[in-house]
């Protein structure tokens, strides 16, 4: 896939620069997004020819812009792929882990290490940036040897930055699942996994009766993620992954559209290997 | 319930004091805590005797922090309030619109004025802060007429600052719904609703059992927010709201039990009266 451009949130050295090369090789070219709303807008503007972006992390949960940003676009969804993710206190080379005043991170990078940083650095600042690697330059540019940056070991390595503390993460089972995203996606052949967006009715019972299509079909439900329905105060509209052949994914729609419900499929693409927690 | 100590997320003026004020009325006092988590604690310390905590937006969807709180302190609900949230742009008596050039905010504030912000500030920084009320006392700090902070009338008032844009979230149909917890609550008279957390078997078809127990009794659910389960990856348990008296709770219940469900209450409760749009 030599110079295919793919559009990531964060720039070099992110954990989302090493999932894009996993997925697409190594001679890719890399379109660096600030916010996730950029990484969609560079598939509307042909800036990309592919997205890779994730979706949920398994100590922080779904990302819920992402989610809406599925929806607004529809582009569809042609793989997945989980990232075992290590963070790395990362400082000025000789700086000092006692000493350190601020930590810059990604949200969802800060969030993954509450509890060693309010074990370890309770009283440092912890300011919201919006990428792990670009949190590695602002430090290196600010020259400050209290400050310090979370990210991966390629973020470090990619800025000359030292790793003050190693995988502090607050648990070992730390997951990033990626979509693979392709506007003039085809079939994937071998398709055994759909994401979908439910609407069901608001009368009491119809999300089970919902559920019900997929049990009654032996179709297990590996996600089930709620959203608000914009204007509709207090009502949700439901993101499920299922794990489903085409002919299940056939049949299940249209038993859905009989009860009622709407539904919107974002993707059917094959689903990723089982994780092994090393 | 003079004096009474209620920790609030925020300061003098955010939308947290403003629903403390309606909840318990005028002459409480209000213990800030900068953090989700520092309310909790406040309540562990002793330092409040209630709490009252934003759980979702109608707009932004569930506060994932909190849930997590919920969780981890099991501090029982004892009641909830919508609040009508209106965001208004500002800035320093004099400032221009068009002159701004940073706009600080709570992330879930920033979050309800993306169309706003994107049409009419879109070179404009979103710098997300703690509170929306601080962030107006940090932009009076600052003094430079180009930045601008998000938050309620209430706290353009607190500190004499100027409105530049008014009601500028994306929606009108936003609201915040908050909870009150009580350590030391004892039974609420005419509970209707409960929250709950549920824990099923990942057979296939396990939530849609679990479902059917509310189904069959006409128990409605009016709210299910999946979270992750920490240490098995991509696992989840249920937020669960339901509309239930203390026999149809005791039922389901035992019902779920008798599935294999784990089910923690962590509150039973008078819903709110049904929300008008105004």
Redesign the interface.
Known sequence: MDGMKIAIQGSTGSFHHLAALRWFGESIEIVPCETFLGVFQALADLEADHAICAV???????I??VYDLLLAFKYPIVGEL?EHIHQQLIGLPGADVSQISRVYSH?VAL?QCREFLAEHLPAAEKI?YHDTAEAVALIKQLDNPTYAAIAGHAAAAHHGMQILQENIED?R?N?T?FLILDPSASEVAGANKASLILRTSHA??A???A??V??NL???????????I?????K?Q?FIDIEADQRQLDTALSELSDLGCEVTILGHYKAAEE?E?D
Not at 56 to 62: A, D, K, M, R, T
Not at 218 to 228: C, M, Q, V
């Open positions: 949920e992390n398994s100590l922080y949960g779904s819920n812009e989980p949200p969030n919201e648990e089972t997951f699942r009491p019972g999300l089970y009766r559920l019900g997929f049990a032996g179709i297990n439900l590996t996600k089930l993620h709620s959203r608000p914009r204007g509709q105060v207090w949700y439901f994780i927690v």
